[in-house]
């Protein structure tokens, strides 16, 4: 079984379409974050939510808009797409009890033409 | 504030020779220390952590860690580079608080 899930793996879509890339971890974490990867392999963080709850929002435009529908899922939402969207998207989990060690998902690349 | 410094955005290494990519860190507490491998088109794989017990922390795949306070720093070493280690590594610091900041990665080549 996946430990973290995300799909889909690939996305290409067009400048100013609406996407949305879902993420499920079956670890039993309380925290599951989303990073954004770019071409040079910096990762940022761009959200980070405990038990549904908001914790670290960065400094992300608010065209991108994370929603967790239970602790198992987050799910992450993008209007407008733009070309600086293109990037590899990690959905990643963690628990604080066990040291913060975070589990990643296989990526989706999102290509915005 | 924390924040992680990888030396080196590329290291080359023969195979069968050691393998050492830096990192230092900067952390107003205690930190947690991680270092990951990302393959190619995969996410990231934890290789080993620093949780505040032994200093010298063993991982995954014969690579190690050691937690140096004095010197700020959580380099990585492997004795003996085998080609199947050529991949991204990235070292992270978290401050206790669930926020993960990570290097900006150092590609590992090994050339045969």
């Known amino acids: 079984d996946t430990a973290v899930s995300q799909t889909p793996k690939y996305l290409v879509t067009q400048m100013g379409n609406d996407k949305s890339i879902k993420c499920e971890q079956n670890l039993g974490h309380d925290t599951m974050y989303w990073y954004k990867q770019d071409s040079k392999k910096f990762l940022k963080i761009m959200f980070s939510?405990?038990?549904?709850?908001?914790?670290i929002n960065e400094t992300v435009p608010n065209r991108f808009s994370p929603k967790s529908p239970d602790k198992a899922h987050l799910n992450l939402h993008i209007n407008s797409l733009e070309l600086g969207d293109s990037a590899v998207y990690f959905c990643?989990?963690?628990?604080?009890?066990?040291?913060?060690?975070?589990?990643f998902g296989p990526g989706t690349r999102l290509t915005v033409t | 504030a924390q924040s992680v410094t990888q030396l080196g955005s590329h290291v080359s290494v023969s195979e069968g020779a050691l393998v050492l990519l830096r990192c230092n860190y900067s952390s107003s507490v205690p930190p947690y220390l991680f270092w990951y491998v990302q393959y190619p088109n995969q996410g990231l794989q934890l290789l080993l952590k620093?949780?505040?017990?032994?200093?010298l922390v063993k991982g995954i795949n014969g690579f190690e860690a050691e937690f140096k306070k004095s010197e700020t720093s959580f380099h990585l070493t492997k004795p003996s580079a085998h080609m199947s280690d050529a991949a991204e590594y990235f070292c992270a610091v978290s401050d206790r608080h669930q926020k993960v900041t990570f290097g900006i990665g150092t590609k590992l080549q090994v050339i045969p």
């Open positions: 620093y949780t505040s017990a032994a200093t």
């Open positions: 990643a989990s963690s628990q604080e009890t066990s040291g913060n060690e975070q589990y």
């Open positions: 939510y405990n038990n549904k709850e908001l914790i």
